[in-house]
């Protein structure tokens, strides 16, 4: 049995607007070349001191990209089915997840599962398993890794990968060197039969891995449970032009019938810049330091649902433009969670849930199963920048030089976090309710 913890869902919601995210992540080549280091502590910024690192950064993706761009389809691909299931089921929702950090602790599952559990878990993940290998699989996710790991800059991203087990349970080695290897993974004896030590273990690897952002991943353990899979990604990064407070609060509609008071933050800068007067809709590229941008779509007022149906179409990687804008966005906080068991089995992946699950390439046993799956994921959003534990959001709008125009985030808008240099989407969600 392989169980997670944790509470339900917090916050989901909307669907198709998720396509124009998609399109742009698929539109970023590797360009700007950005790696990744990771602390707990602020980073500061020392331009003059990148431009070895550049080049370095330049040569190790050359030589180590191959398999991770085998698998940056399949992630997207997920990223938008999770999205569109989550949208379509709660639709007045927030929603903000990590498909990186979902599709990564499942592939390291996959190592374990054979036949058709393995085949359901590697397409259920948007894997095309007659043109991708499993190997490429985990090397793909290996090199996502590496690549985070490989050096210091201008933002904080980090993933960690555990693997916690029954003390008197015996694994197979493969099994345990795939995820070694691939994932960076280590086995840690734990007693789950004392499920309240067990749960206090866990949550503190994932919050000192978080930066203390989650620290209740597991609510419960199964006392019965023999191994549990854990992913965490935690990013912080500095808008390169920072928002300014605007005093008192501002109103933002999350319905024709729901208004709610916020604080706002406000700029004035040059962002790239989409809008599309026929669909009805404005999306803005916002900054951090190191090769990083928040992406937010905000369609016009009582255009949601039109928006999200007509977006697969817009071809917006051509409509991007540098403009001079004032932008309004809300500050916010948002942790919501999910039951992924309940989630991926409602989008076709149900066979590793059930008692006909394969995953003797755990242990060698045909009795195992999967009994939870859990992700949370906290975003907050100021002046400064955003920090998120499996999640990030922000806002934007355009126009002329001479008259600078006003895009106010005052209703229901979407939000990636996109690493450009993986075109990896880290975080994704929608905003109906910001909240502090």
């Given at each position: 049995m392989i169980a997670g913890g944790g509470a339900l869902r917090g916050e989901p919601s909307s669907f198709r607007?998720?396509?124009?995210?998609?399109?742009?992540?698929?539109?970023?080549?590797?360009?700007?070349?950005?790696?990744?280091?990771?602390?707990?502590?602020?980073?500061?910024?020392?331009?003059?001191?990148?431009?070895?690192?550049?080049?370095?950064?330049?040569?190790?993706?050359?030589?180590?990209?191959?398999?991770?761009?085998?698998?940056?389809?399949?992630?997207?691909?997920?990223?938008?089915?999770?999205?569109?299931?989550?949208?379509?089921?709660y639709p007045s929702d927030n929603i903000f997840f990590s498909p990186i950090s979902i599709s990564m602790a499942f592939s390291m599952l996959s190592a374990g599962a054979k036949g058709q559990t393995q085949t359901e878990i590697l397409e259920g993940l948007g894997f095309n398993t007659s043109s991708v290998s499993q190997e490429d699989i985990h090397r793909g996710f290996h090199q996502f890794i590496s690549i985070l790991e490989a050096s210091n800059r201008d933002v904080q991203l980090h993933t960690a990968n555990a693997l916690f087990v029954q003390?008197?349970?015996?694994?197979?080695?493969?099994?345990?060197?795939?995820?070694?290897?691939?994932?960076?993974?280590?086995?840690?004896?734990?007693?789950?039969?004392?499920?309240?030590?067990?749960?206090?273990?866990?949550?503190?690897?994932?919050?000192?891995?978080?930066?203390?952002?989650?620290?209740?991943?597991?609510?419960?353990?199964?006392?019965?449970?023999?191994?549990?899979?854990?992913?965490?990604?935690?990013?912080?990064?500095?808008?390169?032009?920072?928002f300014k407070t605007l005093q008192g609060k501002s109103d933002f509609h999350v319905d024709d019938n729901t208004v709610i008071k916020v604080k706002m933050m406000s700029s004035k800068g040059t962002h790239r810049v989409a809008d599309d007067k026929e669909i009805g809709c404005t999306v803005v590229e916002i900054p951090y330091h190191g090769n990083v941008s928040a992406i937010l779509v905000?369609?016009?007022?009582?255009?949601?649902?039109?928006?999200?149906?007509?977006?697969?179409?817009?071809?917006?990687?051509?409509?991007?433009?540098?403009?001079?804008?004032?932008?309004?966005?809300?500050?916010?906080?948002?942790?919501?969670?999910?039951?992924?068991?309940?989630?991926?089995?409602?989008?076709?992946?149900?066979?590793?849930?059930?008692?006909?699950?394969?995953?003797?390439?755990?242990?060698?046993v045909h009795n195992l199963l999967v009994s939870k799956a859990i992700h949370k994921s906290v975003v907050s959003v100021n002046e400064n920048g955003t920090e998120a534990a499996g999640a990030t959001a922000i806002g934007v709008v355009a126009t002329s030089v001479a008259t600078v125009p006003i895009i106010t985030m005052d209703r229901p808008f979407l939000m990636t976090i996109l690493d450009k240099s993986t075109r990896t989407i880290l975080f994704a969600g929608r905003i109906m309710r910001p909240e502090n």
């Open positions: 607007t998720m396509r124009i995210l998609l399109i742009l992540c698929l539109s970023e080549a590797l360009l700007c070349l950005g790696i990744f280091g990771y602390s707990c502590k602020d980073n500061h910024h020392h331009a003059k001191d990148h431009h070895e690192d550049d080049h370095v950064t330049a040569s190790y993706l050359s030589k180590n990209i191959s398999s991770l761009q085998k698998i940056t389809p399949g992630n997207i691909k997920f990223a938008y089915r999770l999205y569109t299931h989550l949208a379509t089921k003390k008197d349970q015996k694994l197979l080695e493969e099994f345990l060197e795939d995820l070694n290897v691939f994932y960076h993974s280590k086995a840690t004896s734990t007693d789950f039969h004392n499920a309240k030590k067990a749960k206090s273990k866990i949550n503190k690897y994932v919050a000192e891995n978080t930066c203390g952002k989650i620290s209740n991943l597991l609510d419960t353990i199964d006392p019965n449970t023999l191994l549990i899979l854990v992913n965490t990604i935690y990013f912080k990064g500095d808008w390169e032009t920072p905000l369609p016009d007022k009582g255009k949601l649902h039109e928006v999200e149906k007509a977006l697969q179409s817009l071809p917006l990687p051509h409509l991007m433009e540098k403009r001079l804008i004032h932008l309004l966005v809300p500050k916010f906080s948002i942790s919501p969670s999910l039951d992924l068991k309940e989630e991926l089995s409602e989008m076709g992946m149900v066979k590793v849930f059930s008692g006909d699950a394969d995953l003797s390439g755990i242990n060698g």
